[in-house]
């Protein structure tokens, strides 16, 4: 009788697991467009925002901790940073703790670009949730965020790669 059960639970799960999947890839695809065709007005990619995101709100990284933090690679983060920097928005700058290493920070243009690029993704957001219960979309945001931890759990970014575990 458990193995009875323990299959409906399984096929239960992957049902929902299935639905998930579906529905989360759904919502990237949109949230991708969306983004790209918000964020580009601004004269940088989705990848570059992302980084200007991470260095304003994490402080100057180096290349290996950028890259996990964007679950990219550290050639292609190199690439990012370097397109940030021509565009004045980034910059390289020698790690005080290591003379050996360096450190990437965004500059204030960066910071001021980052600021207005979150207010109009914020505004669009409002729109999009203003006609839901406010219990809603309390719910809503911790589920995601919930998600996006386990899944980002099951990542391994050391070294400066992305790599399922």
Not at 5 to 25: G, I, K, M, N, P
Not at 61 to 71: K, R, T, V, W
Not at 89 to 98: G, T
Request: aromatic letters at 4%.
């Amino acid at each position: 009788m458990t193995t009875t059960r323990s299959r409906r639970s399984d096929a239960t799960l992957e049902a929902h697991a299935r639905e998930l999947r579906d529905a989360l890839s759904g919502l990237i695809r949109v949230y991708g467009f969306r983004d790209r065709d918000r964020i580009c007005c601004h004269d940088v990619s989705v990848r570059q925002s992302e980084a200007l995101d991470a260095l304003v709100e994490r402080g100057p990284l180096s290349i290996n901790d950028l890259a996990a933090a964007l679950f990219l690679d550290k050639s292609t983060t190199s690439r990012v940073v370097n397109a940030l920097e021509k565009k004045g928005y980034a910059e390289r700058r020698e790690n005080p703790a290591s003379g050996r290493s360096i450190l990437v920070q965004a500059t204030r243009a960066g910071a001021a670009l980052k600021r207005r690029i979150e207010r109009e993704l914020l505004e669009q957001e409002m729109r999009l949730l203003e006609d839901f219960d406010p219990s809603v979309r309390e719910a809503a945001a911790r589920l995601v965020a919930r998600l996006a931890n386990a899944a980002a759990a099951r990542v391994d970014t050391s070294n400066g790669t992305c790599c399922s575990i």
